[in-house]
């Protein structure tokens, strides 16, 4: 049974740091395309950052310089790095997984959207002025 437990929100001011947590299991996660999106109330949830199976990292662009994706295999976790927070950045962020696709000899990740196949529950991050 695969499950993806985040940890690590809460409120911080303008500015400040907060580093969120993916604790995975049920799956093999090093050959797992690995993802962190958010969402706020009324809007479509947005695609933070993501790391493939080669460990190529990827960002959207209102995060790109400030939080940084990581993962530690041996732990099977995976870590949102997240500097210099703006109110903007209040959401619920949710941990992503899904299996990559076949290529020719090897694999390679779909593009991260709401298609992802697994999915947390959430943590709350808020950031206030």
């Known amino acids: 049974q695969v499950q993806l437990v985040e940890s690590g929100g809460g409120s911080v001011q303008s500015g400040g740091s907060l580093r969120l947590s993916c604790a995975a299991s049920?799956?093999?996660?090093?050959?797992?395309?690995m993802a962190w999106f958010r969402q706020t109330p009324g809007k479509e949830r947005e695609w933070v950052a993501a790391i493939d199976t080669d460990g190529n990292l990827s960002y959207g662009d209102s995060v790109k310089g400030r939080f940084a994706i990581s993962q530690d295999k041996a732990k099977n976790t995976l870590y949102l790095q997240m500097n210099n927070l703006k109110p903007e950045d209040t959401a619920i962020y949710y941990c992503?997984?899904?299996?990559?696709?076949?290529?020719?000899?090897?694999?390679?990740?779909?593009?991260?959207?709401?298609?992802?196949?697994?999915w947390g529950q959430g943590t709350q991050v808020t950031v206030s002025s």
């Open positions: 992503s997984a899904d299996d990559p696709i076949p290529y020719r000899r090897g694999v390679f990740c779909r593009t991260p959207s709401g298609q992802y196949k697994y």
């Open positions: 049920g799956f093999t996660y090093s050959s797992t395309c």
